[in-house]
């Protein structure tokens, strides 16, 4: 069965990086409908970074210029690299696959998930 393993959070101060793993297996991976999403307690699982099937990423408002999305097909791993952390980014962070629409935004559409990371970036 498709299983997803995230690893790479942790506790950062602000203005530092990390860089979030996500490794794939139970099914044939490409490295495109893949998505890392974020929540903080209380609130709404929100879209991070999305790869559509052309390959096309997309990214929210907040975090563009500062993270990026890739995928090394190698390894079947997807990858969150976030640099500039701000506090605002303390969250737990899944990656998701299997979505009903390739590159959704929407968390609800995806089938697949991680078990989470947590990231905690301090002022």
């Known amino acids: 069965q498709v299983q997803l393993v995230e690893s790479g959070g942790g506790?950062?101060?602000?203005?530092?990086?990390?860089?979030?793993?996500?490794a794939a297996t139970g099914y044939t991976y490409t490295g495109y409908c893949m998505g890392w999403f974020r929540q903080v307690p209380?609130?709404?699982?929100?879209?991070?970074?999305?790869?559509?099937?052309a390959g096309t990423t997309n990214y929210a408002d907040s975090v563009k210029g500062r993270f990026t999305i890739s995928s090394d097909n190698t390894k079947n791993t997807v990858f969150l690299q976030?640099?500039?952390?701000?506090?605002?980014?303390?969250?737990?962070?899944?990656?998701?696959?299997?979505?009903?629409?390739?590159?959704?935004?929407?968390?609800?559409?995806?089938?697949?998930?991680?078990?989470?990371t947590q990231v905690t970036v301090s002022s």
């Open 82 to 116: 976030m640099n500039s952390l701000k506090p605002e980014d303390t969250a737990m962070y899944y990656c998701a696959t299997g979505p009903s629409n390739c590159g959704s935004w929407y968390w609800h559409e995806y089938k697949y998930w991680g078990q989470g």
């Open 11 to 22: 506790s950062v101060q602000a203005g530092g990086s990390l860089r979030l793993s996500c």
């Open 42 to 53: 209380g609130k709404v699982r929100e879209g991070v970074a999305t790869s559509d099937s």
